[in-house]
């Protein structure tokens, strides 16, 4: 029986989305997030009157134009593991277009907001990347939309996890509005195989029981973080790549360890 948690992608929809999380289907407040596959030439056109949005080229590239603003073209990524990617930020109601100018692989984040920031570039130069952990807890980290940068309410990194270690662990949460000591994010897991097969694991749980969900993710599967833990595990051989959307009233991103593994370096 599959999880509640884990999303399969959608094969073969004529509008190319492969993912569609809203915060409706999620079941929560502040999240959506689309993965979308754009043949040459085609455009995508959208105005979300509520939301801001990050659009992430995962793979591809794009002429992006949001209001006023021509971006021109975008992207070139081959692979989400080639480095970091280009990114636009658009605030709520301002129009974007997305051309693609060859097979564009495009992850839409969004969350609510009012509109304080304008739409701008997120190049791969603006992009801290980072080591994060010792040993087989190693995972390199590309901070898109930080805490420390202009958005109301969202957070977007990207996340390669070699094969053979273990990723967003030690096990940490984030689901009590409790300032500064942990804030409540709602978070969701793009996940990419660099093989495009195999599996990785994810782990989804709480310390009193409530909820304890252990899924084999494959290529292009999202996982719901509503609550409680969530560490990743990526076997031997297969290298992960994921894309993280947070989001909810505080954006700041303070979490909790699970006590069994606090004293391990995160």
């Not at 590239?61 to 658009?90: C, M």
């Not at 984040?109 to 190693?138: H, Y």
């Amino acid at each position: 029986m599959s999880s509640p948690l884990l999303v399969r992608p959608r094969s073969g929809a004529p509008d190319g989305v492969v993912q569609r999380i809203t915060p409706d289907s999620a079941g929560w407040r502040f999240v959506g997030f689309d993965a979308i596959d754009l043949e040459p030439g085609r455009r995508l056109h959208r105005t979300d009157e509520r939301n801001e949005l990050c659009l992430v080229l995962v793979t591809g590239s794009a002429r992006v134009v949001a209001g006023d603003t021509d971006f021109g073209v975008i992207g070139g990524r081959n692979s989400p593991f080639e480095g970091s990617p280009y990114s636009v930020y658009v605030p709520p109601r301002v129009p974007v277009t997305v051309e693609a100018q060859g097979p564009l692989e495009l992850a839409i984040c969004s969350s609510p907001a009012e509109g304080r920031f304008p739409a701008r570039l997120i190049a791969p130069a603006d992009v801290r990347e980072l080591v994060r952990g010792t040993g087989t807890n190693t995972r390199h980290v590309r901070n898109i939309l930080p805490d420390t940068a202009d958005a109301e309410t969202l957070l977007v990194v990207e996340v390669i996890t070699p094969g053979g270690h273990w990723s967003s662990y030690p096990p940490h949460k984030h689901d009590t509005d409790d300032f500064p000591q942990e804030t409540y994010l709602e978070e969701t897991y793009y996940h990419r195989l660099r093989r495009g097969s195999g599996f990785a694991l994810q782990r989804v749980y709480t310390k009193d029981g409530s909820l304890d969900e252990a899924m084999a993710i494959a290529d292009r599967d999202v996982v719901l973080v509503p609550k409680g833990y969530h560490p990743v595990g990526a076997p031997h051989g297969f290298d992960l790549y994921y894309l993280n959307v947070m989001a909810g009233p505080v954006r700041q991103w303070r979490f909790s360890m699970d006590p069994d593994q606090a004293h391990l370096p995160y």
